[in-house]
């Protein structure tokens, strides 16, 4: 795990989103409008540093059709990292669904 993570305004987005329970890549890409060359770079660097952990659904895919889907959640140091970009950027308070 890195020592020190770069936490931008995107990096905050895609955590409060994930934080308001949109946990699948396409699903934070639609929220937060971010581009998917911005988005799941994002998640693997928030993943090696500890912020975020995820967790395939392979069940879900043999229902649909559909290939495997990886869903993400907040770790402790998230929701703790989060907490301090809300305060750098008070709008990611106001998000909502």
């Known amino acids: 795990m890195p020592d020190r993570i770069n936490l931008t305004y995107a990096s905050g987005l895609i955590l409060q989103t994930i934080a308001q329970g949109l946990s699948y890549g396409f699903n934070i890409i639609d929220h937060t409008g971010l581009p ?7 998640l693997r660097r928030l993943e090696s ?5 995820s967790l395939w659904d ?13 869903y993400y ?6 929701r703790e990292r989060l907490d301090l970009l809300r305060d750098r950027y008070p709008l990611l308070q106001k998000m909502t669904k």
């Not at 998917?36 to 994002?42: N, R």
């Not at 540093?49 to 952990?53: N, P, S, Y």
């Open 73 to 78: 959640r907040l770790t402790a140091l998230g």
């Open 49 to 53: 540093a500890g912020l975020v952990e």
């Open 36 to 42: 998917s060359g911005t988005v799941y770079p994002a």
């Open 58 to 70: 392979h069940k879900g895919a043999k229902k649909s059709g559909g290939p495997p889907r990886k």
